[in-house]
T-cell receptor, first 117, second 113 residues
Framework: GAVVSQHPSRVICKSGTSVKIECRSL??????MFWYRQFPKKSLMLMAT?????????EQGVEKDKFLINHASLTLSTLTVTSAHPEDSSFYIC?????????????FGDGTRLSIL | AQSVAQPEDQVNVAEGNPLTVKCTYS??????LFWYVQYPNRGLQFLLK??????LVKGSYGFEAEFNKSQTSFHLKKPSALVSDSALYFC???????????FGTGTRLKVLA
């Protein structure tokens, strides 16, 4: 099946630092990737839709200057949490959709546990 | 407004018994429906989908789901539960031309030995 690789799986860093998370589709091209945030025992909150070669589309209430998204190729999207603070600690998950197939399932990475001290 | 409801936060079932995890939806247009499973500290794994055609959809690990248009439901089922099925289950819906999912709030399934 389709594989999406997310790296790193866990990050612990000091308040004020920036953290970059990578999401790669390993065996298919992904025009569209998604970034989610999941709070403990809660559902996934869509943060933004990442479109290859264009600006990301952010959901209401998500700070675009705080959560920088880059989708420079059909297989890689990155999320950078800038000047991270303890309230940014969370589980971040990416997913990817095959190009041109809105009826195909999204394939998810294994998530990144971000802990800001 | 489009929405997905998973009315049960948790479902408990004895090993070997059938299980059902409920999902209802409200969307404009024809829905594309998906079920995913999440194990602790992991991403979501795709189980099955309904796009069109036969209302009974079979998926991974012995799971199946029935699309019911009149009741706007897409309940997940398995004839005989395993302890290893214990996890968090999410229902999601999208529509033609949109890649975004609307997720349900998740149902924690606990299978008791």
């Amino acid at each position: 099946g389709a594989v999406v690789s997310q790296h790193p799986s866990r990050v612990i860093c000091k308040s004020g630092t920036s953290v970059k998370i990578e999401c790669r589709s390993l065996d298919f091209q992904a025009t569209t990737m998604f970034w989610y945030r999941q709070f403990p025992k809660k559902s996934l909150m869509l943060m933004a839709t990442s479109n290859e070669g264009s600006k990301a589309t952010y959901e209401q209430g998500v700070e675009k200057d705080k959560f920088l998204i880059n989708h420079a190729s059909l297989t890689l999207s990155t999320l950078t949490v800038t000047s991270a603070h303890p309230e940014d600690s969370s589980f971040y998950i990416c997913s990817a959709s095959r190009t041109g197939s809105s009826n195909q399932p999204q394939h998810f990475g294994d998530g990144t546990r971000l802990s800001i001290l | 407004a489009q929405s997905v409801a998973q009315p049960e936060d948790q479902v408990n079932v004895a090993e070997g018994n059938p299980l059902t995890v409920k999902c209802t939806y409200s969307v404009s247009g024809n829905p594309y429906l998906f079920w995913y499973v999440q194990y602790p500290n992991r991403g979501l794994q795709f189980l099955l989908k309904y796009i069109t055609g036969d209302n009974l959809v079979k998926g991974s690990y012995g799971f199946e789901a029935e699309f019911n248009k009149s009741q706007t439901s897409f309940h997940l089922k398995k004839p005989s539960a395993l302890v290893s099925d214990s996890a968090l289950y999410f229902c999601a819906v999208s529509t033609s031309g949109t890649y975004k999912y609307i997720f349900g709030t998740g149902t924690r399934l606990k299978v008791l030995a």
